[in-house]
């Protein structure tokens, strides 16, 4: 498979510091690849690296273009769609301000959110911030989804929701991944099972592992890159 | 040659060098037109190195907060006027019980001291409690109520717009009078090697090392079991120090002050200075001052020269305005070279080295909130 | 009963004042994270040209000071705009160099006035009802009050209105929260920079021509002494609120009249009160945001 994305030799530094060191990998332009690693392994910073989101250097091709001097902006308009870690929707907008601002020209596509998340229509004029963690993270994935993307961006989407909701966003990911190619930064190994055919794994700002997902998490692999602690919160 | 003049010995050397040189200046004949109004020995040309060396001290000790502990404070002219007024009102005041005037000399020099760290101490330790931008509006806002005490004559002391002549009487008579303009040159060029001196050991003691760390990654240091408030008041307080000897330099050198080294824009000033001479480095606010002094009297000139005044308005105006010129030249320099004139000089010392580029001075990084 | 009065209605007349250049800066501010030192100069620039032109039209006139506000609005917002553009914008998110940009601009903006109308302030003549007072309360308020209040209570609701109702005014809304996440939509955050920079101008232009009003004078330091006392209204209310800003700047002119009445203390109060502020609630009264 062509990758959508081909990432060489990212390198990412945050307030001085590097962060995330010569990593190369790719994202192919069908289903999910997952990008895992522990705590503070690089993970969000490679993302926010694809965006130009931190200082970077290194090559970013997206569908064959080189996107990484374009501004954030630019890159988002060719089509890369970004839900953030910790959701960043707008606490002080209304959950219909929140979507109108996220709409990106083309024909975005409000039914998809009455389709996938039918509360957040009841809730069109409450103040986002006031809204339970669960139905945030609803709206930060409504922002993307309802665009034509070619590539999702998703950081963390299942962090701190309850089980219901781990499951209702897994779904809503899961019918995105149908025809739009992701990457996805999570650290509940089950979603990742569900959802991802290949994974990139990270540790101390270096890609360290490629592969296939399902082979990866049957390895003994999981335990040298990711640690207990992760199995432990896979379980 | 190369490795010398960079090792720790040949830099020393260079230093040693370069004070020696301005140190014999007032006794050689030396004519620059268009840069000194005169020979070098002449005492209108030396007081008015004086001032600008003074003023480089100045600005080094505010590159002790802005360009070292990156901390933007808009408040430190109000330490340079402490020195001036400090020294000018209690010389008056102390002249009159009878001491010796050396005694009230020296008395006078130490509670200024006292008065500048005290000062200093209690802004600092209010407006640390904030930071980036907030820091910078409390430091302004304190800068702002000094300028208004000095301007209002505050218990008769302070003179209101007229300011404070210093009493000569109790002042020793070398210092006083132009004849003795090359001994206050001296002088100046003394406190300009004291602060200088004083800036090197505190970016190089530990101290230094800690408060710089926290400019670029305060989570880090405090997560070392370090607390950067300390440091920081430390930094700023001894900046305050600094800033008011320089203070008292330039109160010997004029024999007077008025309430314009205490506004706001007189802070400005030294902002421009440390950029235009480069943030981050020493050598930048020395060679900052320096320059924007001798642009700043030069330009003056040119304002009133006949060449200028037979141009039309648009051009004539622009160009009889110091200080248009010069926030032009900061505003080009901020844009277009933001190592300042040290950065360029290094930048272009590198390339012919055919080694690294010149990076942008940390110190610009980020200072904000 | 009538002095409290008198102080007080004055006190919002140069809150007023204050509001029309506080609103901008704080907008700014919250959006881009500058603090801008050339605001002052925006206000000085657009009261001189609006005296101006006000003067050739009517000197002394209702039809001469209002083509005066009229054009001290349009200067504001152009010289205000043109300032991103050409200045702020090829720095762009490097908040320091910004913030030396426009002091820099400031200074040297301020040299140039002096050297085009002088270095001390030229009296100015204004129609006759604004040198006259009402009785309120057994008060005489000095008339020019009211036409302070009034554009600024006007200014407040135009800035409130374009916020809420217009789509740059949801961009800009949405970017004082979270401006990164603004541009990480697709959204060229940069043309909402212009856009408050002009809403900024505009507003301290208008400030600039009632400001020589208030004062019955221009001068071209004028814009820097109203923009330290912005500043601390702009500290006091939080970065980055209007609502904020508009409720900081009252406070502190009434607070500053109150202590200049009863003492001569006022600009002591103020910086006592920003002190007081920011060590109780150090990102201000209404304050929330943080870059």
Redesign the interface.
Known sequence: MTPILAVRGLSARIAGQQVVEAASFEVTEHGVTALLGRNGAGKTSTIKAILGLTERSGEVTFAGDRIDRLMTHRIVQRGIAYVPEDREVFSQLTVEENLRLAERGGAPRRAIVGELFPELLERAKQQAGTLSGGQQQMVSLSRALMNDNRLLLVDEPTKGLAPRIVGTVTKALEAAAEHTPMLLVEQNLQVVRALAHTVVVLSGGRVVHTGPAAAFLDSELVHRHLGVATEEEAA | MRTFLHSRWGKLAIGAGVVAIAAILPLLDIRIPGVLPGPTYTPGTLSMLAYAMLIAALALSYHLIFGVAGMLSFGHAMFFAAGAYGLGILLSLLAPTGMPPEAVFLLAIALTLVLALVLGGLVGALALRVTGISFAMVTLAFAQAANVLIRRNTAGLTGGEEGVRIETDVVPELLVGVVNTRNLYWLALGILVLVYLACLWLERSRLGHVVAAARENELRVTVLGLRPYRVRLFVFAAAAVLGAIAGMGFMLLQSSATPRISTADFTLTLLVIVVLGGVGYRWGAIVGGIVYTLLDQRLADLASAAWIQGLPDVLRIPLSEPLFLLGMLFVLVVMFAPGGIVGLAHRVSRRRGGARDATRPEALQDVEA | MSILVLLLITGVGLGALYFLVASGLSLI?GLM?V?N?AHGSFLTLAGFIGWEVGRRVGDGTWGGLLVGMLVGVVVGALVAALTELV?IR??YE????Q???T??????????F???WGTDPIQIRLPAWLGETTDVLGANIPNDRWLLIGCAILVLALIVLFLQRT?YG??I??GV??R??????????RRAFTIVFAIGGAAAGLGGVLASVYYGQVSAHQG?SLL?FA??VT?IGG?GSLTGAAIASVLVAVIQQLANFYGGWG??A??LA??LV??FR?TGLMGKV??
């Open positions: 501010y994270g603090l030192f200045f090829p720095l490097r908040h320091i160099e913030v030396l940009v002091v820099g601009l400031g200074l040297a903006s301020v040299a140039l002096e050297g085009i789509s949801l961009v809304r949405a929260e979270n990164t996440m603004v541009t990480a939509l697709g959204i060229d955050v820097t330290i500043f601390i500290v970065l600009d002591f103020v910086v920003l002190a920011l060590l150090p943080k870059h």
